[in-house]
Nanobody, 129 residues
Framework: QVQLVESGGGLVQAGDSLRLSCAAS????????MGWLRQAPGKETEFVAG???????????DFVEGRFTISRDNAKNTVNTIYLQMDSLKPDDTAVYYC???????????????????WGQGTQVTVSS
């Protein structure tokens, strides 16, 4: 089982930056692709960004390309940390952001909501205009 705990959400103004963190622990968590998903009020969950198991490849959805950066730090023995650096935030970025892990070790699938099996509890990001 993989455990995911997000932190770093909050209330910011349009144009500001915010960095989300996710502590991942549990068996094989370092071998799994990771990602960030989000759900805005009244909308379906959508994919935001994904990263492969060793951090060498990333994917982004169009509406965050160039503004958000996903990264991961697998240096610690049993826990790895996934980050989402969010710059030039817009009110439309307001949502609950979820850290997520894939199901299959070393998988190249990390571009869609359905590619992720384990989810964290979520952290609220609110961007005011």
């Amino acid at each position: 089982q993989v455990q995911l705990v997000e932190s770093g959400g909050g209330l910011v103004q349009a144009g500001d930056s915010l960095r989300l963190s996710c502590a991942a622990s549990g068996r094989t968590n370092k071998d799994l692709p990771m990602g960030w998903l989000r759900q805005a009020p009244g909308k379906e969950t959508e994919f935001v960004a994904g990263i492969n198991y060793d951090g060498t490849r990333t994917n982004y959805t169009d509406f965050v390309e160039g503004r958000f950066t996903i990264s991961r730090d697998n240096a610690k023995n049993t826990v790895n940390t996934i980050y989402l650096q969010m710059d030039s935030l817009k009110p439309d970025d307001t949502a609950v952001y979820y850290c997520a892990a894939g199901r299959v070790r070393y998988s190249a699938r990390y571009s869609h909501v359905d590619d992720f099996f384990h989810w964290g509890q979520g952290t609220q990001v609110t961007v005011s205009s």
